[in-house]
C-alpha cells in the first residue's frame, strides 16, 4: 500500500499538484480585473480551498472513485459500468452521448495540461532573470519532447523516478506556505465558507467570471480518477489526505497571506515567495514537477484511449504492456505522437501560461460534469440510492460543476476554442466508428447466411473436406463468415474440423480466465467458440485455444488456419450515415491496426479472403 501510495504520488497527482504555480496568478490577472485587498483576496483563498474540499474530496475521492468499474477508472469505464445497467432501453442514448463527449473533452485535456503545467514551471526563468525570457518556448518544447521520448519505457519506470521529486515538491510548496502563513495567520480564516459566500454575493457577475480562473485549482481530479486502474482506489485516497491535500492548502494560504503584505505580488505569487537564493532550484524542481503533471495526464489517455478500442469506439491500435506486474500500465504509440504534436502546435501559438489559462478549463470541466452525472447514475441504478438522495448530492455537484462550465465557456473567443475544437473532432471520430462498425456489421449480415441454414444444407449435401482445422472469425456468431462463403465459392472445400470464433469485449475491465471460452458444438466437426474479453485487456487468441482442451477441442497450430475477411468499404448514398462520416469511416478503417497483430494470430497461419461491402 505504502509503495503504490508513493508511486500515485509521483504520477496520479502531478497535474493538481502544480496548479500553484498559476492558479492564484490567473485569479488576479488584468482581464479578471480584480482588485487585490483584503476582502478580496480572503474570498479567493475561500473559493480555492472549497473547490479543493467540493470538487476533488467529496465528489472525486469520496464518492466518484467508488463508482469504479471492477478497479478501472475513468470516463469510458464509467459509461461502460452505466451502459450495463440502464441496458439499451431508456436513457441509452443520453449517457452514451454524454459519456462519448465526456471522452473526448478529456483527449483535450491531455493536450492542453502538458503545454500550461511545464510553459507556467520554465516562466520562473523570467523572474530570475529577465533576459532569459527568449529562451523559455524552446526549452519548454525541448522538455515536453523528452517526456514523450520516454513514455515506452513505461508508467512503473517513470513512477520510480518521479515519487521521489514530488514528494520533495509537495513538502517544499508546504513549506513555503507556511513560512507567509508565520506572517499573516489571520488568512486561516479562509476556510470558512463564509468568505467565498461574502465573495460572490458582493461581486455578483464579475465573481461568476473569475470562476473562470478558481477552476484551475481542481484541473487533475479527473485525471485522478482516470488514473484508478493503474495505482487503486485506496493509495490514492492515502496519498491525498496524507500529503497533497494538506500540502496544496498550506501553500495556497501562503500566496494569499503574502499578497495581503504586498499586493504586488499578484504578478507571480508563487514565485514571489520563494527566496531569491534558492529561486533557481526552485525554477528546476517546478519544472520536474510540471513534467510530472504532465505524465498523470498522459497515463490516464493512454487508458482511455485503451478502453475506448475495447468498447468498440475507436480502431484498433498497437498497445504495448510496460509492466510484467501491473496490467493497467501500457503505452500506445499512436496516442504518444498524436499528442506531441497538438502540444507542440500549441505551445508556438500561445507561447505563455497566462495566454494557454484561457484554453484551459473548458476541458476539464466538461469532463467533470459528465463524471458527475454518470456517477450519479451508478449510485441510482447500481448501488440503490433512494431517489432524494441522488437529486440532493447532485444539485451539489453539477451546480458546481455548471458554474465552472459556464464561466470557462466565456473563455471561448480568447482561446477556449482549442479544447473544444479537440473535443468536437474526437466525438466525431469516436462516435463514426462506433456507427460504422454497427452500419458494417448489417451489411455483412444481408449478404450472409444464417449459420443453422448453411449446417442444414451441408448436411443434405456434405462438401468435400481435408484434413485440418479451420478457424473463421466473425463478429456475429449465428451469421455464417463471409470469408467461409468466399472459400467455398473459390476453393469449394471445407476442413474437417470448422471453428466459427467470435471475440466479445465484455462492460467490465477483466474477464478471468475460468469465464474466458464458451465452446459449442453444433454439428459434425463444426464449433461455435466465444472469447471472452475485459475492456482492460489484450486479446490473445492462441494462448484462448489453449484453455479449449479443457473442453473436449485441442488445438495443434500446425494443423490450423485461420481465415480472415478483409473488407474494402465502398462509401454510398444510402440514408444510414452522411457521405462525409461514411469516407472518415472507410479512412480509419484503412489505418486500423491488422486483425491479425491486435488479435495475436501468427501471419503464417492466417488466410485473409478481400470483399467489397458498399456502406
Known amino acids: 500500500m505504502a509503495s503504490l501510495s508513493a508511486g500515485a504520488v509521483g504520477v496520479v497527482f502531478g497535474d493538481i499538484g502544480t496548479s500553484p504555480l498559476y492558479a492564484l496568478q490567473q485569479c488576479f490577472n488584468q482581464e479578471n480585473g480584480l482588485r487585490v485587498n483584503s476582502a478580496n483576496v480572503f474570498g479567493i483563498a475561500s473559493l480555492v480551498v472549497w473547490a479543493l474540499f467540493i470538487v476533488v474530496t467529496i465528489k472525486y475521492v469520496l464518492f466518484v472513485m467508488r463508482a469504479d468499474n471492477r478497479g478501472e477508472g475513468g470516463i469510458l469505464a464509467l459509461l461502460a459500468l452505466v451502459i450495463k445497467s440502464v441496458g439499451k432501453g431508456k436513457g441509452y442514448g443520453f449517457v452514451l452521448i454524454l459519456g462519448l463527449f465526456g ?41 515536453l ?35 507567509q502563513i508565520f506572517h499573516h495567520p489571520q488568512i486561516l480564516a479562509a476556510l470558512s465558507p463564509y468568505y467565498a459566500a461574502a465573495f460572490m454575493m458582493s461581486h455578483g457577475w464579475h465573481a461568476f ?34 500529503l497533497v491535500l494538506p500540502a496544496l492548502m498550506l501553500n495556497y494560504f501562503g500566496q494569499s497571506a503574502m499578497l495581503l503584505l504586498d499586493p504586488a505580488a499578484a504578478a507571480n505569487p508563487f514565485y514571489l515567495m520563494v527566496p531569491s537564493w534558492c529561486l533557481l532550484p526552485m525554477v528546476f524542481l517546478a519544472t520536474a514537477a510540471t513534467v510530472i503533471a504532465s505524465q498523470a495526464v498522459i497515463s490516464g489517455v493512454f487508458s482511455v484511449t485503451r478502453q475506448a478500442i475495447q468498447l468498440g469506439f475507436a480502431p484498433r491500435m498497437e498497445i504495448r504492456h510496460t509492466s510484467d506486474e501491473e496490467q493497467g500500465q501500457i503505452y500506445v504509440p499512436s496516442a504518444n505522437w498524436a499528442m506531441l504534436a497538438g502540444i507542440v502546435i500549441l505551445v508556438l501559438v500561445f507561447r505563455s501560461s497566462s495566454n494557454l489559462a484561457a484554453a484551459y478549463g473548458i476541458a476539464v470541466t466538461g469532463t467533470m460534469a459528465a463524471d458527475s452525472v454518470l456517477a450519479l447514475v451508478v449510485a441510482r441504478r447500481i448501488w ?9 448530492l447532485g444539485a451539489v455537484f453539477l451546480s458546481v460543476d455548471s458554474s465552472f462550465l459556464g464561466a470557462n465557456l466565456l473563455k471561448i473567443p480568447s482561446g477556449g476554442w482549442f479544447p473544444v475544437t479537440v473535443g468536437l473532432s474526437m466525438f466525431v471520430l469516436l462516435s463514426t466508428w462506433k456507427r460504422g462498425r454497427q452500419l458494417l456489421a448489417k451489411r455483412l449480415a444481408e449478404e450472409s447466411l444464417p449459420l443453422d441454414m448453411f449446417l442444414r444444407r451441408q448436411k443434405q449435401n456434405p462438401i468435400h473436406k481435408v484434413p485440418g482445422t479451420a478457424i473463421f472469425l466473425t463478429s456475429v456468431a449465428d451469421t455464417v463468415p463471409t470469408a467461409l462463403l468466399h472459400n467455398l465459392k473459390h476453393n469449394k472445400i471445407l476442413h474437417e474440423r470448422v471453428v466459427f470464433l467470435t471475440v466479445l469485449t465484455e462492460p467490465v475491465p477483466r474477464v478471468s480466465a475460468k469465464d474466458r471460452v464458451q465452446l459449442e458444438g453444433l454439428a459434425d466437426g463444426f464449433y461455435r467458440l466465444i472469447l471472452r474479453y475485459g475492456f482492460s485487456q489484450d486479446v490473445d487468441v492462441i494462448k484462448a485455444l489453449r484453455l479449449c482442451k479443457a473442453f473436449g477441442l485441442e488445438f495443434d497450430l500446425m494443423q490450423t488456419s485461420f481465415f ?17 462520416r461514411e469516407q472518415l469511416f472507410c479512412a480509419m478503417s484503412r489505418n486500423a491496426m491488422s486483425a491479425t497483430d491486435f488479435f495475436k494470430i501468427p501471419s503464417n497461419r492466417v488466410v485473409e479472403l478481400g470483399t467489397q461491402v458498399q456502406l
Open 384 to 392: 440503490g440510492w433512494p431517489l432524494w438522495q441522488a437529486l440532493a
Open 145 to 179: 519532447v523528452g517526456l514523450f521520448w520516454i513514455q515506452s519505457r513505461g508508467t512503473a519506470h517513470i513512477a520510480r523516478i518521479f515519487a521521489p521529486v514530488m514528494g520533495v515538491w509537495f513538502v517544499t510548496i508546504a513549506l513555503l506556505g507556511v513560512l
Open 103 to 143: 471522452a473526448s473533452l478529456f483527449f483535450g485535456d491531455g493536450i492542453i495540461t502538458p503545454a500550461i503545467s511545464v510553459l507556467s514551471a520554465v516562466e520562473g526563468l523570467n523572474v530570475a532573470e529577465p533576459a532569459l525570457r527568449p529562451v523559455i518556448v524552446p526549452v519548454t518544447l525541448g522538455i
Open 564 to 580: 480472415l475477411g478483409r473488407e474494402t468499404l465502398i462509401p454510398s448514398v444510402k440514408a444510414d450515415m452522411a457521405m462525409w
Open 209 to 242: 467570471v473569475v470562476l473562470g480562473s478558481v477552476v484551475l485549482v481542481v484541473t487533475g481530479g479527473e485525471a485522478l480518477y482516470a488514473d484508478m486502474g493503474h495505482f487503486g482506489r485506496q493509495p490514492i485516497r492515502l496519498a491525498w489526505f496524507g
